[in-house]
C-alpha cells in the first residue's frame, strides 16, 4: 500500500504549497483522492500515470478540495482517454463539472460517470474483488465525507514444496488457493492448512479531510493501518479550530489513539506556522507513530 501526497496545505496554493490531493496505490488500484488546485501537475512532477487513475473520491465543495478537477478531466481528453472516468463526491459535483464543460463545449470523448453522495451515514460506494471503499461522515461547514480504503483478504499462498510431495496436480492449486482441503487418490484428506501459507492480513487506509474533532468516526475506523487526519492548527489556535470546524494536531493524535490506528499522517496544515513539524511535536505528545504529510512525500506501508 502506498500514499503519495500530492498536496496537504490549507486554503490557498503557493508557490511552494499545494492544497488537499494524494494517490493511493492498494491492491494495484490507483484512487485519486481530493483534487485542489495543480493536482495534475503534481501528478506529472510525482510520475503518476494519468491512465491508471479511474476513480476519483472529492470530500466536500470547498474549493481547495476539488478545484484542479475540470482540469484534470479536460487534459485526459487532450490526452485521447478512452476509459471510463468516474467521480464519487457530494451532491452537486455533478452540476458543477458539466457546467463547466457545456459553456466551453469541451465534452469528453470518454465516459464520465457521477456517484453522488447524501447520506449522512456511512455507506460502501465502491466494491471490486480485492478493495472496498466506504464513506467517513464528518463534521465541516458543508457537507463532508471522509473515506475508508479497505483490502479485501487475499487467496492463500500455495506452499510449493508441499503439493509436490503430495503428488498434487496443478488443476487442484486454485482449489487450494481458495481454502480447500484435497483428498488424495487413497482416500487421504490433506487440510489446506498443510498445503498452504495463510495470506497477508488485508490492509486499510483512512482519509479523514476536514472536519472539527468528532469521535463519530473512532467506530469506523476503528484498528485501521493508516489513518490521514486534518491537522489544520495548533492547539493554541484550539478556539480557532471549533469556529472553523477544523482540527488540532493533538485532536487528530487522539482520534488516532481512540480508533487504535498503527500510524497517523498529518496535513491540512495552515500556513501562518514557521515550520510543519511543530504539528509532530505535538501530536506525539499524544499518540507514536506519526508521519508528517508534505507535497511530494510517498510512504509504503
Known amino acids: 500500500m502506498k500514499l503519495t501526497i500530492l498536496g496537504c ?3 490557498t496554493p503557493r ?27 503534481q501528478l506529472r512532477k510525482n510520475k503518476v500515470k494519468f491512465s491508471k487513475i479511474n476513480h476519483v473520491f472529492i470530500s466536500h465543495l470547498h474549493g481547495d478540495h476539488f478545484f484542479g478537477l475540470i482540469g484534470l478531466i479536460s487534459t485526459f481528453s487532450l490526452l485521447g482517454r ?24 469541451s465534452w469528453t470523448n470518454y465516459g464520465l ?31 463532508t465525507n471522509g473515506f475508508l480504503f479497505q483490502e479485501k483478504l487475499s487467496e492463500r499462498k500455495l506452499d ?4 509436490q ?10 482449489k487450494i488457493k481458495n481454502g480447500g482441503d484435497i483428498k488424495l487418490d487413497d482416500g487421504t484428506i490433506i487440510a489446506n492448512e498443510k498445503l498452504s501459507f495463510d495470506p497477508l492480513p488485508p490492509k ?19 484498528n485501521v493501518d493508516v489513518l490521514y487526519h486534518e491537522s489544520t492548527f495548533l492547539q493554541s489556535e484550539e478556539a480557532l479550530a471549533s469556529k472553523t470546524l477544523h482540527s488540532t494536531a493533538k485532536e487528530a493524535a487522539t482520534i488516532a489513539l481512540k480508533a487504535n490506528a498503527k500510524h497517523l499522517v498529518l496535513g491540512h496544515y495552515s500556513t501562518r506556522y514557521e515550520s510543519i513539524e ?20 510517498s510512504f509504503e506501508f
Open 204 to 222: 486499510s487506509y483512512a482519509f479523514c479531510s476536514d472536519t472539527v474533532y468528532h469521535e463519530a468516526v473512532i467506530p469506523i475506523i476503528n
Open 15 to 41: 508557490t511552494f504549497t499545494n492544497p488537499t490531493s494524494q494517490v493511493l496505490e492498494i491492491k494495484n488500484r490507483l484512487f485519486l483522492i481530493d483534487c485542489g488546485e495543480g493536482t495534475q501537475v
Open 82 to 105: 478512452t476509459t471510463d472516468l468516474h467521480i464519487h463526491g457530494p451532491k452537486g459535483i455533478k452540476e458543477i463539472i458539466l457546467l463547466q464543460l457545456k459553456l466551453s463545449s
Open 9 to 11: 496545505y490549507a486554503a
Open 160 to 163: 510449493v514444496d508441499a503439493v
Open 165 to 174: 510431495h503430495y503428488n498434487i496436480e496443478t488443476c487442484y492449486y486454485q
Open 113 to 143: 460517470y457521477f456517484h453522488e453522495l447524501e447520506s449522512n451515514k456511512s455507506e460502501v460506494i465502491f466494491e471490486d474483488q480485492k478493495v472496498t471503499v466506504t464513506t467517513i461522515p464528518l463534521n465541516h461547514r458543508v457537507y
Open 278 to 297: 511543530l504539528f509532530k511535536e505535538e501530536a506525539e505528545t499524544i499518540f507514536p507513530n506519526v508521519l508528517l504529510g508534505d507535497d511530494g512525500k
